[in-house]
């Protein structure tokens, strides 16, 4: 087992430099109703169902050092090519990199949504990093819950069980610091009363957060492979 805060210094030691990121793709994408997409390298967890798995264990082998003016210069010439309102930074963990994230951010024009999709670890860890995403208006943050307990959140990530707390605390970091921000859970290995358990643990936070996104498994490359081989069977509904 690892710490998932420690793992993010280690990780962000190879896939940072000052402010710039690596990133191993840039392109427009057809979910959110069509949005331009920077997909970045390197992540503090290692989920046993991800479908970014080569650049989240070998950060070192992809991709390429790109600045914050570069990312968002990228991002905003393709949501107007392609008349998108929305741009995210995905792949792997935005927040790995503070600096380089917010200065993306600075650089995203009001009429244009960005979405945040993180693990919410580091900003569970440290609430000022809410603080300074709450200076963001024309931001919305999916905070992608690993399962539906401490104990189911270690079985797939790999991480100490705490790890699930510092994501429940990023979303309410994030909801008292004004940022809009949506709870998403990956189901697919939970009981419906696990779902349950923690739909009411989320509504302590803010009762609109009962209202999760669901997340299902999506059996990508070699994720089939990989469940085989943890012995991990997706619950059927
Ligand atoms: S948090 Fe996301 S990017 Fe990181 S290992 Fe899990 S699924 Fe992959």
């Given at each position: 087992?690892?710490?998932?805060?420690?793992?993010?210094?280690?990780?962000?030691?190879?896939?940072?430099?000052?402010?710039?990121?690596?990133?191993?793709?840039?392109?427009?994408?057809?979910?959110?109703?069509?949005?331009?997409?920077?997909?970045?390298v390197g992540c503090c967890l290692?989920?046993?169902?991800?479908?970014?798995?080569?650049?989240?264990?070998?950060?070192?082998?992809?991709?390429?050092?790109?600045?914050?003016?570069?990312?968002?210069?990228?991002?905003?010439?393709?949501?107007?090519?392609?008349?998108?309102?929305?741009?995210?930074?995905?792949?792997?963990?935005?927040?790995?990199?503070?600096?380089?994230?917010?200065?993306?951010?600075?650089?995203?024009?009001?009429?244009?949504?960005?979405?945040?999709?993180?693990?919410?670890?580091?900003?569970?860890?440290?609430?000022?990093?809410?603080?300074?995403?709450?200076?963001?208006?024309?931001?919305?943050?999916?905070?992608?819950?690993?399962?539906?307990?401490?104990?189911?959140?270690?079985?797939?990530?790999?991480?100490?069980?705490?790890?699930?707390?510092?994501?429940?605390k990023a979303i309410e970091n994030?909801?008292?610091?004004?940022?809009?921000?949506?709870?998403?859970?990956?189901?697919?290995?939970?009981?419906?009363?696990?779902?349950?358990?923690?739909?009411?643990?989320?509504?302590?936070?803010?009762?609109?957060?009962?209202?999760?996104?669901?997340?299902?498994?999506?059996?990508?490359?070699?994720?089939?492979?990989?469940?085989?081989?943890?012995?991990?069977?997706?619950?059927?509904?």
């Amino acid at each position: 087992m690892y710490d998932p805060v420690k793992r993010a210094e280690d990780v962000a030691r190879i896939v940072c430099r000052g402010d710039l990121r690596k990133y191993y793709r840039f392109r427009p994408a057809r979910f959110y109703g069509g949005i331009a997409t920077a997909d970045c390298v390197g992540c503090c967890l290692r989920c046993v169902f991800c479908w970014s798995w080569r650049e989240v264990v070998r950060p070192g082998a992809y991709g390429r050092f790109y600045s914050p003016e570069a990312v968002a210069e990228r991002l905003i010439r393709t949501a107007r090519k392609k008349g998108f309102e929305r741009v995210r930074i995905s792949g792997n963990e935005p927040s790995i990199s503070r600096e380089h994230l917010l200065k993306v951010l600075e650089r995203i024009p009001g009429d244009i949504l960005f979405i945040l999709e993180t693990n919410g670890i580091l900003i569970g860890h440290d609430e000022t990093y809410a603080v300074d995403l709450g200076k963001f208006k024309n931001l919305y943050v999916r905070v992608s819950l690993k399962g539906t307990t401490e104990e189911e959140f270690s079985v797939l990530t790999g991480a100490e069980p705490d790890g699930f707390k510092l994501q429940l605390k990023a979303i309410e970091n994030l909801y008292r610091a004004g940022v809009q921000v949506q709870p998403a859970v990956m189901v697919s290995f939970s009981s419906k009363e696990n779902i349950w358990a923690l739909r009411k643990r989320l509504a302590t936070i803010a009762p609109k957060f009962k209202d999760i996104e669901i997340e299902e498994v999506a059996l990508y490359g070699d994720v089939e492979k990989r469940l085989q081989k943890a012995k991990m069977t997706p619950t059927s509904r």
